[in-house]
Nanobody
Framework: QVHLVESGGDLVQAGGSLRLSCVAS????????MGWYRQVPGNQREYVAV???????DYADSVKGRFTVSRDNAKNTVYLQMNSLKPEDTAVYYC?????????WGQGTQVTVSS
């Protein structure tokens, strides 16, 4: 089981930027895919972005062009750079690590975008 710790969430005005970090307890180079998801209370968890071990990257349409996912294998860390934030980006953001054995999740970090 991979232990994941997210950080970087904050209160920011619309149009602002934040960078989220997700630190893993083991080498992420051995993890098939690292993803970011978000959830608003009362709603299902929503896919945001993923970066695979092969370097493939994908984004949800709602964040494409505004968010950038990256990874630093030496630091066992995955980042989510969020620009041009909108109030509808407000959510708890979760990091996930997916491998053949299943998926592990972090505890989440709150992002609040004020209008």
């Amino acid at each position: 089981q991979v232990h994941l710790v997210e950080s970087g969430g904050d209160l920011v005005q619309a149009g602002g930027s934040l960078r989220l970090s997700c630190v893993a307890s083991e080498s992420i180079s051995s993890i098939d895919a690292m993803g970011w998801y978000r959830q608003v209370p009362g709603n299902q968890r929503e896919y945001v972005a993923v970066i695979t071990n092969d370097g493939l990257i994908d984004y949800a349409d709602s964040v494409k062009g505004r968010f950038t996912v990256s990874r630093d294998n030496a630091k066992n860390t995955v980042y989510l750079q969020m620009n041009s934030l909108k109030p509808e980006d407000t959510a708890v953001y979760y990091c996930s690590a997916t491998s053949i054995t299943g998926a592990d999740w972090g505890q989440g970090t709150q992002v609040t975008v004020s209008s």
